[in-house]
């Protein structure tokens, strides 16, 4: 028969032993906690979360050629033109920004081709102004602005034909402004005007006199 104290010992003993055993069966089979694996920092995009951000950064470059364009009317008014004209070319090229990103954007292509207009490329501004309008033939700058092109290049009859139209928008405003440049104009120079019976924004060729 064994004394109290190796009784003592003996339990002490067994219970170390079992402490060794468990330890690595909990490790073995999960029962300690496991750190979980860091979500991805670069979740893919759909189609549509792409293109709507290509949208939002069209718009950023248009707000920016926007307020361009009022800085170099304000220089215009103050008779800084050459400062006025770098502020019209950093326009028209974040214009072309934006329409890289949207070419369905038509109030960038109507930016675009103030600009241009502005810097003295008539043609292409008629393109753009054009292009604008098959996209929303019922937006208003555009037509006025293609209309004061057509006044600048003395195609008064074109000019007429946007006016007509802006009244039948009910665009007001920009009829009158668009209504006192034509008279303006006729008052001028006559009544000599240049006719074009081509589409909105293109240009017509011009017939070849006579010999070679």
Same mark, same amino acid.
């Given at each position: 028969?064994?004394?109290?104290?190796?009784?003592?010992?003996?339990? %002490?003993?067994?219970?170390? /032993?079992?402490?060794?055993?468990?330890?690595?069966?909990?490790?073995?089979?999960?029962? $300690?906690?496991?750190?979980?694996?860091?979500?991805?920092?670069?979740?893919?995009?759909?189609?549509?979360?792409?293109?709507?951000?290509?949208?939002?950064?069209? *718009?950023?470059?248009?707000?920016? %050629?926007?307020?361009?364009? *009022?800085?170099?009317?304000?220089?215009?008014?103050?008779?800084?033109?050459?400062?006025?004209?770098?502020?019209?070319?950093? /326009?028209?090229?974040?214009?072309?920004?934006?329409?890289?990103?949207?070419?369905?954007?038509?109030? $960038?292509?109507?930016?675009?081709?103030?600009?241009?207009?502005?810097?003295?490329?008539?043609?292409?501004? #008629?393109?753009?102004?054009?292009?604008?309008?098959? #996209?929303?033939?019922?937006?208003?700058?555009?037509? *006025?602005?293609?209309?004061?092109?057509?006044?600048?290049?003395?195609? @008064?009859? #074109?000019?007429?034909?946007?006016?007509?139209?802006?009244?039948?928008?009910?665009?007001?405003?920009?009829?009158?402004?668009?209504?006192?440049? @034509?008279?303006?104009?006729?008052?001028?120079?006559?009544?000599?005007?240049?006719?074009?019976?081509?589409?909105?924004?293109?240009?017509?060729?011009?017939?070849?006199?006579?010999?070679?």
């Amino acid at each position: 028969m064994r004394n109290p104290i190796q009784q003592l010992l003996s339990a %002490a003993a067994l219970a170390a /032993a079992s402490l060794v055993v468990t330890v690595p069966v909990l490790a073995a089979t999960g029962g $300690a906690p496991q750190p979980s694996t860091p979500p991805s920092s670069t979740q893919p995009r759909d189609p549509e979360s792409a293109q709507m951000s290509a949208r939002e950064e069209a *718009e950023r470059f248009y707000a920016d %050629a926007y307020g361009d364009i *009022e800085k170099a009317k304000k220089d215009l008014a103050k008779g800084n033109e050459k400062n006025a004209l770098k502020k019209f070319k950093r /326009a028209l090229e974040r214009s072309q920004r934006a329409l890289e990103l949207d070419k369905e954007y038509f109030e $960038a292509w109507n930016l675009l081709g103030y600009s241009q207009r502005k810097l003295g490329d008539l043609g292409q501004a #008629l393109t753009a102004y054009g292009t604008c309008l098959k #996209l929303n033939p019922r937006y208003v700058p555009a037509r *006025e602005y293609l209309g004061e092109a057509y006044v600048e290049l003395g195609k @008064i009859d #074109l000019a007429k034909e946007q006016l007509a139209m802006l009244k039948k928008l009910e665009a007001e405003a920009e009829a009158k402004e668009l209504e006192a440049m @034509i008279d303006a104009w006729v008052a001028g120079n006559g009544k000599k005007t240049e006719t074009d019976p081509t589409s909105e924004g293109e240009e017509k060729p011009k017939a070849q006199e006579g010999g070679d």
